[in-house]
């Protein structure tokens, strides 16, 4: 009977990394539930895309009802903005370390390896294809005026993986949105600092009671 809290690893990464958090909120009275995505940790299958990702919080939400909070990690931060802007019944949101947005991610992928511009346009042409979903729907721009959930973002301004831009743009963007800077941890570390875990608790534990 306690609200959950549905916590979302990122890329190539598993519920595990998320056990911290998830110690951190059971005390507020929260019940944390850890899930592993597609292709990722002990689930099944060998490919997982990030429309998959969301898709899967709407899988995992269907089992579980309606969410009291979600807390994701770097491109689960993105899965989880889109999916609450698709009607993912959940009233808070807590993003650490989001990834920038994947046009973004692809450009930068065919610019370190050499390759012009339209392979980045073809990728980003065959995913929509794939998955049917723009990746324009990815963007600050489309998320903002869609996400009226309270949003707590946390970034290390050093982050080499995911740039502390992305959380930036994303906060100018959101209806309701507070970005907490950090420094020293880089981008998986964070995860398990204890300054980290009692600022999404506080976040989370707000209206937790109603």
């Known amino acids: 009977g306690r609200p959950v809290v549905l916590l979302v690893h990122g890329w190539a990464g598993s519920a595990g990394q998320m056990r911290r958090l998830g110690d951190a909120l059971a005390p507020q009275g929260l019940e944390p539930v850890l899930l ?9 299958g060998w490919r997982s895309t990030l429309p998959q990702f969301a898709r899967a919080l709407f899988a995992a939400t269907a089992r579980l009802g309606p969410l ?34 994947p046009a973004q991610f692809m450009a930068w992928f065919a610019h370190g390896f050499g390759l012009p511009p339209r392979v980045a346009e ?42 502390f831009a992305a959380s930036r743009r994303l906060a100018q963007s959101l209806r309701t949105a507070r970005l907490e800077a950090h420094g020293g941890l880089g981008h998986r570390r964070i995860l398990g600092d204890e300054a ?13 009671s109603a």
């Open 196 to 208: 980290v875990a009692a600022a999404v608790a506080a976040h989370l534990a707000a209206d937790a």
């Open 122 to 163: 073809r990728m980003q042409r065959h995913i929509e294809h794939r998955e049917g979903v723009p990746l324009a729907e990815y963007e600050p721009g489309w998320l903002g005026p869609r996400v009226a959930q309270p949003t707590l973002l946390l970034h290390d301004e050093a982050d080499r993986i995911a740039p």
């Open 68 to 101: 009291h909070g979600v807390v994701a990690h770097s491109l689960g931060s993105l899965a989880t903005l889109h999916a609450a802007a698709r009607g993912l019944p959940v009233q808070r949101l807590a993003l650490i370390a989001p990834s920038s947005p």
């Open 36 to 44: 592993d995505l597609p292709a990722h940790g002990r689930s099944g």
